[in-house]
């Protein structure tokens, strides 16, 4: 009845189900939730779109990403700025010459430069085996222990020293004075959400939602010659070769009847005690207004608690260390092996992706099926 079945309509599905009926594949997307959108999903409450599955900050440096989405969507000028709370101490984040200044006094790069190599020095490291590391050669011991540890052991629910390096890296460190997050050319947010967004690229495409293909899988891969599987890789298997394991994030959503809460989309508290890594108050993503440009009187924000994935969780975040990948590797050459069924996407691949990854490799992935 279809050449594919789609099942997940998040980026990666959207992305596939757009391709394909753009080559007038016959396609159906199937999706376990009562609504599109996956993980980017936003709903309004208040007046604003609320990130349900937490803060998602489209950024790319790659040009056709780019071009891609604003086929469906125009985005906002909005750049992630997020501030460090550590005990009530406020820092500017990422790592640039404000978080410096504040942590050292400092006031040029020749000065921060030399604090960073002196700490660096200090702690004997030469070449970085883990993220504690890793992150003490890029920005120093303070910093390390006033906005890393805390905040990455509260996330990844161990101890730096287990963790890989490569997640520090996400983070700039910088000595100039820029606030910008990412290393991006380009950045915003949809207007409008990003559920508006997949609507857009899931256009005339049929949606099943509320449909579980884990549990009607007989029947479901009947409909189509082949699957594009945006599920948990090792949950496709029936988890035969162990569980993976991934990082689950709960939020804690309240709409104040104010209009401030915090002055900025996302405030990280860093410190270990705190029991949510970060709090992000949605309105700012908008600049606190609504479609027409008026002021919101209220606003909405998430308090967020990261904890680990248990069977029947929604799995959020890969834990990539040595061990996981290892045990996905055995689960991918199944998957290579697979004559009928593509995987991709965070939860097919595994993989610490960001959005704009997530949607270039769905149109790689694309090109190669489709042509
Ligand atoms: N990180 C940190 N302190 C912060 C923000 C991030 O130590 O205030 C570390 C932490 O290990 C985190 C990683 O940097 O997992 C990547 O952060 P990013 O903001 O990219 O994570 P995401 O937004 O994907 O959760």
């Excluded at 100039?176 to 207007?191: E, M």
């Amino acid at each position: 009845m279809y050449d594919y079945l789609v099942v997940g309509s998040g980026l990666y599905g959207a992305v596939f189900a757009h391709e394909a009926k753009k080559r007038n594949k016959k396609v159906i997307v199937i999706d376990k939730r009562g609504n599109v959108a996956g993980n980017v999903y936003t709903e309004k409450i208040a007046g604003i779109n609320v990130h349900k599955y937490g803060a998602h900050i489209f950024h790319t440096n790659n040009k056709k990403v780019w071009d891609y989405v604003n086929e469906f969507a125009e985005f906002n000028r909005f750049t992630n700025s997020p501030i460090a709370n550590y005990k009530g101490e406020l820092y500017s984040l990422p790592f640039n010459m404000y978080t410096f200044n504040k942590m050292w006094g400092v006031t040029t790069p020749e000065e921060a430069a030399a604090k960073i190599e002196e700490q660096k020095k200090a702690a004997g490291i030469s070449e970085p085996k883990n993220l504690e590391e890793q992150a003490i050669s890029l920005v120093g011991t303070d910093i390390y222990e006033k906005l890393i540890k805390g905040y990455t052991q509260k996330q990844w629910g161990r101890p730096c020293t287990e963790l890989p390096s490569f997640i520090i890296k996400r983070l700039p460190v910088r000595l100039t004075f820029d606030n910008n997050y990412f290393n991006a050319l380009y950045q915003g947010i949809p207007i409008g959400g990003y559920t508006k967004m997949i609507e857009n690229m899931l256009d005339k495409i049929e949606v099943r939602l509320g449909t579980d293909y884990l549990e009607n899988r007989g029947e479901l891969d009947k409909l189509a010659d082949k699957v594009i599987y945006t599920g948990a890789i090792d949950a496709f298997y029936e988890y035969k070769l162990g569980t993976l394991e991934y990082r689950c994030v709960r939020f804690e959503t309240e709409l104040l009847d104010k209009p401030n809460f915090q002055g900025n989309a996302a405030v990280n508290y860093t410190d270990a005690e705190t029991p949510w890594t970060r709090i992000i108050e949605h309105k700012w993503f908008e600049f606190g207004k609504d479609e027409n440009g008026n002021d919101l009187p209220k606003t909405v924000i998430s308090r967020e608690y990261s904890s680990e994935w248990k069977p029947g969780d929604e799995p959020y975040y890969p834990v990539n260390d040595e061990k996981n990948s290892k045990l996905y590797e055995k689960y991918k050459a199944l998957a290579d092996k697979e004559e009928k069924v593509v995987f991709g996407g965070r939860l097919g691949e595994y993989k610490y992706y960001d959005m704009d990854q997530v949607i270039a490799a769905a149109l790689q992935r694309s090109e190669e099926i489709l042509g």
